[in-house]
């Protein structure tokens, strides 16, 4: 990864909690020099300023991103702070939830080059997968060096329309929250069948784990995955039986769940 350009006109983070620091890890980890980096946030955690970051210091006058990692419900105070760095040359990098290209535009300036994001937790341990798009103001090259500081903590997909991102929020954005859950839920199962709490959480854990690294490498699909585990007549379809039911198995309970999260950002993004 080349960080030439952010190295000479600095990185600024305006937030930096979980998301911003597990970017920052992957980051440093790559070989983005500590002094290259601006933190602000009203209360940064101990690792945070142990990495040798500029801490809530004044501003370099260009730098070549800021990334906007606030919580949508602090946006109105934070983004504010940053117009005297909009209509220029920085790129803005948005991983906040709920917050559109045009409110950027409205409150940086509408020459303000932008490039909306939605990564997920896994990021935290360079796993996750984060979709982007950019506006019509962010040049090829910035959209490019976007996605390779994304890159650092996983996988990257480039949308089509913004109005995608409300979506991919409900699938990829919220969906972590929906395995651990899943993972909860698996556990609390198996203890109910007469094994101890531990057994069934780590039994729960490994499988989830060890099937999504499977679903991602294998070069089967999904679908043929689990038949592949499904013997006629078997445990597994006595279980698939009760899952797939259309009526209240998995497809209408995820079908109703992902359709509240998108319908959420969407109203996020309505303010």
Known sequence: MNFDDIASRGLVLLGCGKMGSAMLAGWLRHGLPASAVWVIDPMPSAWVIAQ?????????????????????????????????????????????????????????????????????????????????????????????????????????????????????????????????????????????????????????????AGAGILAEEADEDPAQLRRNVTSPNGTTQAALVILMDGGTGFPALLNRAVTAAADRSRELGRG
Do not use: C, W
């Not at 360079?126 to 996983?154: K, M, P, S």
């Not at 203890?191 to 499988?207: D, H, R």
């Open 52 to 208: 040798g970051v500029h801490v809530n210091a004044t501003l370099p006058p260009a730098p070549a991103i800021v990334l906007i990692a606030v919580k949508p419900q602090m946006m109105g105070a934070a983004l504010p702070t940053m117009v005297a760095l909009g209509n220029g040359s920085t790129l803005f990098l948005s991983v906040a939830a709920g917050t559109s290209m045009a409110t950027y535009e409205a409150v940086l300036g509408e020459k303000t080059p932008v490039v909306r994001a939605m990564p997920n937790t896994p990021a935290a341990i360079g796993r996750g997968i984060t979709a982007l798009i950019g506006n019509a103001n962010a040049t090829a090259a910035q959209i490019d060096q976007a996605e390779a500081l994304l890159q650092a903590v996983g996988q990257t997909v480039r949308l089509d329309t913004e109005s995608q991102m409300d979506a991919v929020t409900a699938v990829s954005g919220s969906g972590p929250a929906y395995v651990f859950h899943l993972i909860e839920t698996l556990a609390a199962a198996g203890a109910a069948q007469g094994l101890s709490a531990n057994l069934a959480m780590k039994l729960a854990k490994a499988t989830v």
